[in-house]
Nanobody, 116 residues
């Protein structure tokens, strides 16, 4: 069973930065893709950014130019660098690791709160 553990969330003022980390219990190179999703209060979970095994990235329009997804394969860790944070970025952020339709793993989430 794969485990994903997120860290790095917290409270930050608008315009500030945070870096989220997601450490996997196995080599992340096995996954077809990994990504970050978020679920704002009262809303559905939404895609933030994804990174394929081949290195291709995809970002939600709302975070393009501000967030960067990356990975350290040796450390089994996925990152999300978040700059120029806005109050509307406030959410619980989840790490995802996708291998197959039946092997789709999620972390427990980390809270990010951006004050205005």
């Amino acid at each position: 069973q794969v485990q994903l553990v997120e860290s790095g969330g917290g409270l930050v003022q608008a315009g500030g930065s945070l870096r989220l980390s997601c450490e996997a219990s196995t080599s992340i190179f096995i996954f077809n893709a990994m990504g970050w999703y978020r679920q704002p209060p009262g809303k559905q979970r939404e895609l933030v950014a994804t990174l394929t095994n081949g290195g291709s990235t995809n970002y939600a329009d709302s975070v393009k130019g501000r967030f960067t997804i990356s990975r350290d394969v040796a450390a089994n860790t996925l990152y999300l660098q978040m700059n120029s944070l806005k109050p509307e970025d406030t959410s619980v952020y989840y790490c995802n690791a996708y291998l197959t339709y039946q092997e789709d793993y999620w972390g427990q989430g980390t809270q990010v709160t951006v004050s205005s």
